[in-house]
């Protein structure tokens, strides 16, 4: 279990600008859809509870985005958590990872794949865990994305090589 007072050796953060675009094209997704149901309802109540319920859920979304974001994905000695202390995974759990073109991974980001799989998370935009993966990225910025991909992939050649 990762300890939170180890050093953080990196970090991943979207950057402020990124962020609000981020959040402000789902909340505009979420607005239109319900100003289209408001201003030209279809003549199916079925179609206008389907747009009514969309527009709120990318609503929903943009608030999960925006609360997500405003945190850090950081790297310690013992693993990969989040900066309000959730462990994402332990180094010890990791199999591998994978950047490659073809990898289900988030935008900018990377793949890890767990030994065993671990509960389900989401944090939009940042990071998601779903049974063995764990995927790292979305908003955050290329650079420091592959910085940290680059730092895991080293420590698990050293694992191997021991």
Do not use: Y
């Amino acid at each position: 279990m990762t300890n939170e007072t180890d050093e953080v050796i990196l970090a991943l953060q979207p950057a402020p600008a990124r962020r609000a675009i981020g959040t402000a094209i789902v909340a505009a997704l979420g607005g239109l859809l319900l100003w289209l149901a408001v201003v030209a309802p279809p003549a199916s109540p079925l179609w206008l509870a389907f747009l009514l319920g969309l527009g709120a859920l990318a609503l929903w979304a943009a608030v999960r985005i925006w609360h997500a974001t405003g945190n850090a994905v950081e790297m310690t000695e013992t693993g990969l958590r989040d900066s309000d202390g959730t462990v994402i995974a332990d180094f010890d759990e990791i199999a591998a990872i994978d950047r490659g073109i073809f990898a289900f991974k988030p935008s900018n980001g990377f793949l890890l794949k767990l030994a065993a799989p671990a509960p389900r998370t989401w944090r939009p935009g940042l990071w998601w865990r779903t049974g063995r993966r764990v995927g790292v990225g979305g908003l955050t910025p290329r650079g420091p994305a592959r910085a940290m991909a680059d730092a895991i992939q080293v420590r698990l050649a050293m694992r191997g090589a021991r």
